[in-house]
C-alpha cells in the first residue's frame, strides 16, 4: 500500500484544515487507518485511528472534540478534519495503514506516507 497525505498548511490559531490521505497499489480492504504527527524537537505521537467499516474511531486526549477522522472506502481515502487549532498542533502529520488491532503505537503500523505539515500561528 502506498499512502500519500495532502493538505496541510499555515492556519492561524481557531482556523481548520482538512488533511487527506489517498492509498494506492493494494487493496484499502481490512485495514485500520492511523494520523500520528510529529511536533518540532519531539517524538512522533498517535493523533487518531479508524476502523475498516468506520464503526470506531479512537483519539488522542488532547483532540478529543476537535479532530475528526474518516475514510471513504470507496475513495481508498481517509480523513482528518481538525477544527480550533491550536499552536500545539503544529506538526509534521503522517498518515498509516496496519491490518493489525493495535491503533496507537507505531510499531503497529505496515504502511506509513510521506508526510504534511501543519503549522498554526498564534
Known amino acids: 500500500v502506498q499512502l500519500q497525505a495532502s493538505g496541510g498548511g499555515l492556519v492561524q490559531a481557531g482556523g481548520s484544515l482538512r488533511l487527506s490521505c489517498a492509498a494506492s497499489?493494494?487493496?484499502?480492504?481490512?485495514?485500520?487507518m492511523g494520523w500520528f504527527r510529529r511536533p518540532p524537537g519531539k517524538e512522533r505521537e498517535f493523533v487518531a485511528a479508524i476502523s475498516w467499516s468506520s464503526g470506531s474511531t479512537y483519539y488522542k486526549d488532547s483532540v478529543k472534540g476537535r479532530f475528526t477522522i474518516s475514510r471513504d472506502n470507496a475513495k481508498n481515502t481517509v480523513y482528518l478534519q481538525m477544527n480550533s487549532l491550536e499552536p500545539e498542533d503544529t506538526a509534521v502529520y503522517y498518515c498509516a495503514a496496519t491490518y493489525g488491532s493495535i491503533y496507537s503505537r507505531e510499531y503497529a503500523y505496515d504502511f506509513w506516507g510521506q508526510g504534511t505539515q501543519v503549522t498554526v500561528s498564534s
Open positions: 497499489g493494494r487493496t484499502f480492504s481490512g485495514y485500520v
